[in-house]
């Protein structure tokens, strides 16, 4: 029978920052990743200042350093018809070694990650291996089964099954963990256009008809996100390519010379923009973290430093409890004690993003119920170095920051 003290399902961000912690303090801990590598194109890139900071504090700061990377101190919208610019997050400006948000492909970080926490001799990680159901006794969760990419099954028993699979998580199929959903009203198109030196740095937003875009500089070429009113994904793709671009270039005109780069809608992805939470996020011998416990929708672009915030608080509360084989559900409780008022407060900001702003502008309206009061607004928080700098930090370290298990800290 195979055994470990601490089964984490799914090898993303959570996932392999938990893994790392938790090996670093003595715990057994078994990831599984149901993909091969770590391999896949427009997942969250931004590496916020809060885990930079994790990262030295864990002895990796220069390593990551040295990883292909682009530096992100702004974030810019729109302000009027005239295409000028606008900085509402100025990152560079707060104190502090890390003051930017680090543009990394996944994979990079996730393969830093895993290879760290390979030299732990109680740390294992298997890719190919998908996690299909709980193993359960007398209620409580006691581990998974488990299916590898080559059709071999078996099962995996833990003291304590850590679920870090996102949104589709196997644990949100749990009734009792009760899963509520807000109103989303728009979808997300993600591909790539060139990018040229003389271009603006950093986040850039722009607002075209019924769509949002934002740009995320990556050096040679922009991350495009363009955000399209819930559900219209086919009837907007059925519509041809040429009039979305064309309406893309409304939105960033600076761009408007290469939109034809986009050959084809292969190269444009979709995603299902969710927001939701579980109201429970553990049972006994289970807990979520991250998108398994909260997918967040894409504003602020702050999802991947929620999850990561969400592992070091788990291996904080956890740790101690694992080396002595006694989680009870008090200990996995603690954990969504701590992480729920960031989570909550965190969705209700986007919530009002989605009603106020996102919404109206993909309606065809204009966001707050006026124009001038939008421009005033804006102008208000460029003008005002505090404004300025509130939205700077939440960016930067969410409303709490986190702290690893000093056992973890080299």
Known sequence: MERTTCCVVGGGPAGMVLGLLLARAGVAVTVLE??????????????????????????????????????????????????????????????????????????????????????????????STEATSFLTERGRVTGVRYRTADGRTGELRATLTVACDGRGSLARSLPELGLRRFTCPMDAWWFRLPRREDDPHGLVGGVGDRLLAAMIDRGEYWQCAVLIPKGTDAERRAAG????????????????????????????????????????????????????????????????????????????????????????????????????????LTQALQRVAHARVIGPVLAGEAPFGNPRRARRMAEWVTTSRWLNRVPAYFLAYGAVRERPPAASVR
């Open 34 to 127: 149901k993909h091969g590598d770590f391999l896949r194109d427009f997942r969250g890139d931004t590496v916020h200042p809060s885990t930079l900071a994790l990262l030295d504090d864990l002895g990796l700061g220069e390593r990551f350093a040295r990883l292909p990377q682009r530096r992100v101190t702004r974030v810019q919208l729109p302000l009027g018809s005239d295409g000028s610019l606008v900085t509402v997050g100025d990152i560079g400006a707060l104190r502090g070694r890390f003051n930017y948000i680090a543009m990394v492909p996944q994979w990079d970080l996730l393969d830093l990650l895993a290879d760290e926490a390979g030299r732990e001799p109680s740390f294992s990680v298997r890719m």
């Open 241 to 344: 390519l040429a009039p979305f671009m064309a309406d893309y270039a409304v939105a960033a005109p600076w761009l408007a010379d290469r939109v034809h780069a986009l050959g084809s809608w292969d190269e444009v992805k979709l995603l299902d923009v969710r927001l939701d939470r579980l109201r429970r996020w553990h049972r006994p011998g289970l807990l979520c973290i991250g998108d398994a416990a909260h997918a967040m929708s894409p504003v602020f672009g702050i999802g991947i430093n929620l999850a990561v915030e969400d592992a070091v608080a788990a291996a904080r509360y956890l740790v101690e409890p694992l080396r002595a084989g006694t989680v009870g559900l008090r200990d996995v409780r603690a954990v969504q004690r701590r992480r729920w008022p960031t989570t909550a």
